[in-house]
């Protein structure tokens, strides 16, 4: 992505949203544990072959939902080398997130989590500029 580029492009029809390549990081070795969580959950809802299991909520921006619960936990164990992994410790995992503020559970809505891409953005890429200039919506890149 060149600089000045919008970072947050909506993808047209029911695909959901795209986020720029800094959002995913390239998919680690099976057992890696270079891979966090929260990128995982990105790989899986960048691939088609996974909608059935895990996609965006349509309307809301950074929402996703969890079709089927026990599948992402098993892929999940499945990258991580962890045959033992559920929901149950898949969803201790995604808490852990809540007090760093990069996602939070929706209210309501079972299985349903929302990122915090500012959160996500100022740690892990600081060459971002997630403020917008005067009459600039959409958050850029520095440089």
Request: net charge positive; with cysteine.
């Amino acid at each position: 992505m060149k600089a000045g580029g919008s970072v947050v492009d909506k993808a047209e029809g029911a695909a959901g949203y795209h986020f720029p390549d800094w959002a995913y990081k390239t998919e680690s070795s099976p057992g890696s544990r270079q891979i966090q969580l929260w990128h995982f959950i990105l790989e899986l809802l960048q691939k088609e072959e996974f909608r059935h299991v895990i996609a965006w909520q349509q309307g809301e921006y950074g929402e996703f939902v969890i079709k089927d619960p026990d599948e992402v936990a098993r892929l999940w164990g499945r990258r991580k080398c962890k045959p033992q992994m559920n929901y149950d410790k898949l969803s201790r995992a995604l808490r852990y997130y809540y007090n760093k503020r990069i996602l939070h559970k929706t209210k309501g809505k079972r299985f349903t989590y929302k990122f915090n891409f500012n959160k996500l953005v100022m740690p892990n890429y600081p060459f971002i500029n997630i403020r917008p200039n005067a009459g600039e919506k959409e958050t850029e890149l520095v440089g």
